[in-house]
């Protein structure tokens, strides 16, 4: 029994993995995300013994069950976790294995793609790429010329499956390299390694990806704010937390606090519809953030992975 | 192509209609609920023709579309729509036909059977039974006896089709009668009439149903709260709008707006995750909610439907 507490809808990551597990004859539990409590009783109530989710979630499950009185290791049956749509190190992994006594597989994959692709065997040592279905180059970021095996660079993908969305070098933005090694599994598609970053200034906050170009471009709607912005990315518990500080357009600039409150939570909600995940923002005076002359730094990404 | 605008996860009307679209070959656009504005440019972009969601809210999605310079009628191509999970009036059908040129369709479920189960046809006399799948009765709700085609009492369900959750003379609670006259499409299965009522005191909001019962449950593990409450549902726009009036509890009574601001957000946050639906809560003073001595009357549904 697999609990998928990824969203359902437009995320590929609910219905993709739904998919999947119904693919291989698991009964799929479709929980998808919030209501942390439920979860949690559900996943006691019907005996769940593998779980969908992205890492920082599962450590907030743990966090949440805790307070309940749960132990996930003592009083639930689940061993296993697919967890991925964020970046996470072998840090996080022991972390889930000792706290949680959860076995967890990293998985990748994007919408644009078809949702969830590769997976990690039981060796974890790499994602396997299924080669019959996918052709995977790594692309110098400089030259745009193609790496040999065990050099990194950036993931570019040709499906070799779509009839009716044909995806040719489709550029996936993210670092990895191609191992062509054997794996221990005897598995003998190749293997990508787990992922060391991005080409762009692309974040990802509890599983959704976030450009800083789209918080720019959401601000641009505004006519109360300038489009000066900073990004903070922190981790609150083990769940991530994005603080945007926008500054205050000079016409708008007020000294009532219920002026300043009223922009504030119109910016939240723009963001939060533009970017379907929670923002707090935070007012600054006219003229406060920092300007930037080459390649604007607008991120601070606090959070320890 | 069908846009499925219910919530995906538990709730079985996104899922379960998801399924029904694949199983007759349709393309689904699983949109799940929330972010109107991305649904309505999704409607336009990929040519929606169909929708599945609440009427309520595909009112609401007119009125957002209207906002953002978009007549369903005239810029899309949406004609037709499954609209259910919550009671509406052939005057509803007859606003979403004029307003947004779509013609509606009611459909019955329940999640404890199987989600999505009977539908109108283009006759839209009723919902047809599949009685070889499902054996429907109608129950005197003082007698409890059956009574027969034109009566109108409890719908009572037995599920002839399942392996692993037998289900028999499930009460589901809805207030129907059975028709057996023939109806003009050329089925033969019996209909039942549009629902008229509930046999208990469960509300739907937003498509999801509510018992007061949970209420008070909810506000049982408060201590700043008492037991007493009274619920005003009304529509704001055309969407559900909860209103729950909360005694405060005589020890918790004070003159600091902080501390009355602090308790109203915790019995929001307590009752959203109880019922899974957004309330806005407001305190009263102790002893000031009507008490009652027979049969509670805690609900004014101001709704016109």
Chains 1, 2 share one sequence.
């Not at 499950?61 to 309940?68: F, H, P, S, T, Y």
């Not at 749509?85 to 994007?110: C, F, H, K, N």
């Not at 300043?260 to 995940?277: A, D, Y």
Request: charged letters at 25%.
């Amino acid at each position: 029994i697999i609990q998928v507490s990824y969203g359902y809808g437009l995320f590929t990551g609910g219905l993709g993995l739904h998919y999947g597990a119904e693919r291989i004859g698991a009964t799929v539990l479709p929980t998808s995300i919030g209501n942390t409590k439920r979860q949690i009783e559900l996943m006691q109530d019907l005996r769940v013994t593998a779980i969908a989710c992205t890492p920082s979630y599962l450590l907030h499950m743990g966090e949440v069950a805790e307070k309940m009185g749960v132990s996930i290791k003592n009083d639930t049956l689940l061993r296993k976790a697919i967890v991925g749509a964020e970046p996470w190190s072998e840090q996080m992994r022991s972390r889930i294995r000792e706290s949680l006594g959860v076995d967890a597989y990293d998985i990748y994959g994007t919408s644009e793609l078809s949702g969830p692709l590769f997976c990690e065997c039981e060796c974890k040592q790499g994602f396997h790429v299924w080669s019959d279905l996918i052709y995977p180059e790594i692309l110098d970021p400089d030259s745009q010329e193609p790496l040999p095996p065990g050099e990194r660079g950036e993931l570019v993908v040709t499906m070799l499956q779509k009839d009716a969305l044909p995806i040719i070098r489709y550029r996936t933005g993210d670092i990895t390299a191609i191992k062509d090694d054997p794996c221990p599994c005897g598995r003998t598609h190749p293997r990508l390694e787990r992922l060391s970053g991005r080409v762009d200034d692309m974040l990802i906050i509890r599983g959704i990806n976030v450009f800083p170009s789209q918080i720019e471009h959401a601000l641009l709607g505004i006519p109360e704010v300038a489009e000066h912005f900073m990004i903070e990315v922190d981790r609150k518990g083990a769940l991530d937390d994005m603080l945007v500080r926008v500054e205050l357009a000079r016409e708008a600039f007020s000294d009532k606090i219920s002026d300043l409150m009223r922009i504030r939570q119109h910016v939240e909600k723009v963001l939060k519809s533009s970017l379907n995940v929670q923002v707090s923002v935070e007012l600054t005076e006219p003229g406060t953030l920092p300007r930037f002359e080459g390649k604007a730094k607008r991120v601070i990404d606090k959070r320890l992975i």
